[in-house]
Nanobody, 117 residues
Framework: VQLQASGGGLAQAGDSLALSCAAL?????MGWFRQAPGKDREFVGS????????FYAESVRGRFTLSRDTANDTVYLQMTDLKPEDTAIYYC??????????????WGQGTLVTVSS
């Protein structure tokens, strides 16, 4: 499975940004982790194979929304009301996603999100 992530960039606090991730080679649960400078990697959210089930980290719940285009195996992460603490490299993942272990079967390349105050 190959994951191709895109989006991200620079934003100011309160702005919105969107990330997308296309999965090639199989249909799996998908999600995102992030890693801020000097911090451990952390789970952001995940979405089921059929797109009907989502789960979010407490830190982003209510601000970030996952959706899925099942026809194209593409997942979208809509980020609103961004905060400086959302600054991180965001990694798209797929397969078995370990929320507590911060693991996943497949990882995409990271995409940087920078939020200024």
């Amino acid at each position: 499975v190959q994951l191709q992530a895109s989006g991200g960039g620079l934003a100011q606090a309160g702005d919105s940004l969107a990330l997308s991730c296309a999965a090639l080679g199989g249909t799996h649960a998908m999600g995102w982790f992030r890693q801020a400078p000097g911090k451990d990697r952390e789970f952001v959210g995940s979405i089921s194979r059929n797109g009907r089930g989502t789960f979010y980290a407490e830190s982003v719940r209510g601000r970030f929304t996952l959706s899925r285009d099942t026809a194209n195996d593409t997942v979208y992460l809509q980020m609103t009301d961004l905060k400086p603490e959302d600054t991180a490299i965001y990694y798209c993942v797929a397969g078995r996603i370990g929320v507590r272990t911060n693991t996943a079967d497949y990882w995409g390349q990271g995409t940087l999100v920078t939020v200024s105050s």
